[in-house]
């Protein structure tokens, strides 16, 4: 019997991880049709400015990043992290700090990264400020529906 802990490793999303992807997602209460979560994830795989990484553990997706470059006309360009999602059984083990550490080395030339977090996760704050990040400011998000 060994107890030699499994490895895990950090590589690019591939259109063939949408239903570990989608399983994740749900765990956190993200339920989009697992249809169109697909055509967003092989939209996202094919636009330069956005970057989806899994972390693979054993061949099983057990997290996952998305960050883009957020380029606008009033501010200096910065990376913003989308999503971050790390399964429950794999929380507390560095798995999420792996993904946020290859994210912020992938973008070369931008100086910042930026995440947005619901209010209600203080979990997510914590973790946040674990690995230096710091609340710039608080906002609404105001949506109409077309």
């Not at 979560?37 to 972390?55: C, D, E, G, I, K």
């Not at 997706?61 to 999602?85: D, K, M, N, Q, R």
């Not at 946040?128 to 608080?138: E, F, G, P, T």
Request: aromatic content about 6%; proline content about 2%; some cysteine.
């Amino acid at each position: 019997m060994s107890n030699k802990k499994a490895e895990t490793s950090i590589r690019k999303a591939t259109s063939n991880d949408h239903e570990q992807i989608q399983s994740l997602s749900r765990e956190l209460g993200y339920d989009l049709d697992p249809e169109i979560q697909s055509r967003h994830l092989n939209h996202l795989l094919n636009n330069s400015s956005n970057l989806v990484l899994v972390a693979e553990m054993e061949s099983q997706v057990i997290g996952f990043i998305h960050a883009y470059a957020a380029i606008t006309l009033t501010s200096t360009p910065f990376i913003e992290i989308a999503a971050l999602i790390v399964g429950q059984h794999h929380q507390g083990q560095g798995v999420g700090r792996a993904l946020v550490q290859a994210i912020e080395t992938s973008f070369p030339g931008f100086q910042n990264c930026r995440v947005r977090c619901n209010i209600k996760r203080e979990e997510a704050h914590q973790f946040y400020k674990n690995l230096a990040y710091s609340s710039i400011k608080r906002q609404e998000i105001f949506q109409k529906s077309l």
